[in-house]
């Protein structure tokens, strides 16, 4: 088994299922749980013409750093929930019969305690939560069916995301 731990490629996976310090019992006991509305709106202008308008509560359990080694914080055992309220408005639609279909969205995310992995010592990654931070764009898409049997599709997105506030550890 040795053999295995020296390996460059194996032994860096393999090390943590070995560890037994102290850190990799965890008798903690944590439930987290979350009520998620969702709200749509949706509008038809005309038949092949439709608006709509979403929010929607995100949620992303905590957790567990079963691999931590090294740390004296023990807050670095446990990482708390995400949040996030995410917004929608969006413009779909099919033209010539749907032979032609364009569609468009923009949105919007509010986190919370959004959850990042960061680097401790030389080689590992934890789990912590950051403070808040938004995520904002928007997306195009088009579909074209010029002839039968050939679909032309073209796609894209846009993204903004910024931490509005990290706590430095």
Do not use: C
Request: hydrophobic residues 35%; charged residues 20%; proline residues 6%.
């Amino acid at each position: 088994l040795t053999d295995y731990l020296d390996d460059p490629v194996i032994g860096p996976q393999l090390a943590p299922l070995l560890y037994e310090g102290p850190v990799s019992r965890i008798d903690e006991e944590v439930d987290y749980s979350e009520w998620l509305p969702k709200f749509t709106v949706a509008y038809h202008l005309k038949e092949d013409v439709m608006t709509y308008a979403t929010a929607a509560k995100g949620f992303r359990s905590g957790g567990f750093n079963v691999y931590l080694q090294g740390s004296d914080d023990p807050d670095d055992l446990i990482y708390g929930p995400e949040y996030s309220w995410n917004y929608e408005l969006g413009i779909k639609s099919g033209w010539f019969n749907n032979r032609l279909i364009a569609n468009a969205a923009v949105f919007y995310i509010d986190y919370e305690d959004q959850q990042v992995l960061q680097l401790i010592g030389a080689s590992q990654t934890i789990t912590r939560n950051a403070g808040k931070s938004t995520s904002k764009g928007f997306e195009v898409e088009l579909a074209a069916k010029p002839v039968q049997g050939l679909e032309l599709i073209a796609n894209y997105g846009y993204t903004d995301a910024t931490f509005d506030e990290y706590p430095d550890p």
